[in-house]
């Protein structure tokens, strides 16, 4: 029996002290949550057909073939106001901006609480808040000691790089592209984190929201492709890298989120 005479049982993968206090101590219990199983499992899989498509198809040349003038030698859209002007800079502005005022009023409300924001609430907005900060990290550390390059450096684009795949021998010669995988997609990728606020309860409509947000970036990282900045490889890398650190953000903040009887989630 426990201090103070609480009562401590055991129940599926949580441990319940008088239906206030939830935790899952170890890692074992974690993984025996079938959210986070189906969560690994999807990373494993995505991840072999990711490294299949860009290893051993030639979509990332179709894909940019279609954008690419090869009579004007330049990608079209490059400097278009809807590319570059709004996608890249308004967009991408806005929506960091957005992440900056979340940060700073978790900061404000870590200082002095405010009284209106319950629990549930709060715990999502933190877990939001660091993804914010946390997946847009990641990928640069990650493109930081990259040799891939962009498009518009390959020189079937009238670059002077010759293309390479992420599992493919790099010619001596060949310099750090720093390119792979796509920055400008983690703009958005962390909007995924979004889907915190139907969990634990509604997975499914977690799992739709998850998707949503990560529609974002991915629709960044196409207008990327568009000018000529970014492979399809490269964005699609960027998305499981952010789906990775969200999966593992969530299985540490497991024991906040997964409470069995919060009672303020989102339907």
């Known amino acids: ?106 900061l404000i409300d870590a200082i002095k609480p405010w009284q209106k924001m319950n629990a549930f609430v709060r715990t999502r907005l933190r877990f939001i808040a660091i993804a914010s900060l946390l997946v847009p990290a990641v990928v640069r550390t990650v493109k930081h000691y990259s040799v891939l390059h962009c498009p518009f450096e390959i020189d079937r684009y009238g670059g002077d790089t010759p293309f390479i795949r992420l599992l493919d021998s790099v010619p001596a010669f060949v310099k750090d592209g720093h390119c792979f995988p796509a920055g400008h997609a983690t703009t958005g990728l962390w909007l995924a984190a979004i889907c915190v606020f139907w969990l634990p309860h509604n997975t499914t409509r977690a799992t739709q929201m998850f998707f949503a947000g990560l529609s974002v970036g991915v629709i960044l990282g196409w207008v990327q492709q568009m000018r000529g900045h970014h492979f399809l490889f490269h964005t699609l890398w960027s998305s499981w890298i952010a789906s990775l650190v969200l999966v593992v953000m969530l299985f540490v903040f497991a024991g906040k989120i997964f409470k069995p009887d919060d009672s303020t989630a989102t339907q």
């Open 1 to 106: 029996m426990p201090p103070n005479g609480h009562h401590l049982s055991f129940k599926r993968t949580a441990f319940t002290l008088n239906k206030s206090t939830f935790m899952l101590p170890t890692i074992k219990h974690r993984f025996s949550i079938p959210f986070f199983q189906k969560a690994f499992l999807w990373l494993l899989v995505s991840l072999v057909a990711i490294l299949c498509v860009g290893q051993f198809t030639n979509i990332d040349l179709m894909i940019q073939d279609y954008y690419y003038d090869a009579e004007r030698k330049i990608f079209p859209w490059d400097q278009t106001w809807f590319a570059y002007y709004f996608m890249h800079d308004h967009v991408k502005a806005v929506i960091i901006r957005s992440g900056q005022l979340l940060i700073l009023l978790m």
